[in-house]
């Protein structure tokens, strides 16, 4: 593996560290008036999620962790698992729940998604912006509601509970934030 020093660091890097496979998610480069300069980082676990805040010193260096992306198919869902296929290769990977973290609440039969690799170890998903999504449960929509700011509860097909307008019926598709799981309009049929 390279070695990376703290001066190459970037948003996004994953690292190797003795304590397992950490992303960069903010670092400032700093400099007091007494004693070395050094570096300030939160690190994100990319196998269970736990953010950390660390510091390393100025010109430190360690491995760089290279992930690979790869365009993969969902399939569908087989029991606590996810089955998706290389759209390269149609080579079918099982992927567990764990590794997927979030994105499996915005999964459908036959999206595309972007699967991070770390060597054959699967460490994360990476799904477009915003995802068409249809509501498997709501109660009905009204003609005039249109009252600003109410909201109702939605079931999407995948289990996701979503806050959506008064006017939004239960057979709608609405388009769904991946980032922030929140409802932004109703898409086309």
């Known amino acids: 593996m390279a070695q990376i020093s703290t001066a190459d660091f970037k948003n996004g890097i994953t690292l190797a560290l003795d304590d397992g496979l950490f992303q960069?998610?903010?670092?400032?480069?700093?400099?007091?008036?007494?004693g070395g300069a050094f570096v300030r980082t939160t690190i994100r676990n990319v196998r269970n999620g736990a953010v950390l805040e660390r510091t390393f010193r100025s010109g430190e260096r360690m491995e760089r962790a290279f992930v690979e992306k790869r365009e993969m198919q969902y399939l569908y869902g087989d029991g606590d698992d996810y089955v998706f296929m290389d759209t390269n290769t149609y080579d079918q990977m099982n992927v567990s729940a764990k590794s997927l973290g979030?994105?499996?609440?915005?999964?459908?039969?036959?999206?595309?998604?972007?699967?991070?690799?770390y060597g054959d170890e699967i460490i994360g998903v990476e799904l477009a912006a915003a995802?068409?999504?249809?509501?498997?449960?709501t109660e009905p929509g009204v003609q005039g509601d249109r009252v600003s700011g109410a909201r109702k509860p939605a079931t999407l097909v995948t289990g996701l509970v979503v806050q959506v307008p008064?006017?939004?019926?239960?057979?709608?598709v609405i388009r769904v934030d991946t980032r922030t799981g929140e409802y932004i309009t109703r898409a086309n049929k």
Do not use: R, W
Not at 24 to 34: A, E, L, R
Not at 131 to 137: F, G, N, Q, R
């Open 24 to 34: 960069i998610v903010d670092f400032q480069h700093v400099k007091p008036g007494k």
């Open 102 to 117: 979030d994105a499996k609440n915005y999964l459908v039969e036959s999206m595309t998604a972007a699967v991070q690799m």
């Open 131 to 137: 995802v068409d999504l249809p509501i498997a449960e």
């Open 166 to 172: 008064l006017f939004v019926g239960p057979d709608d």
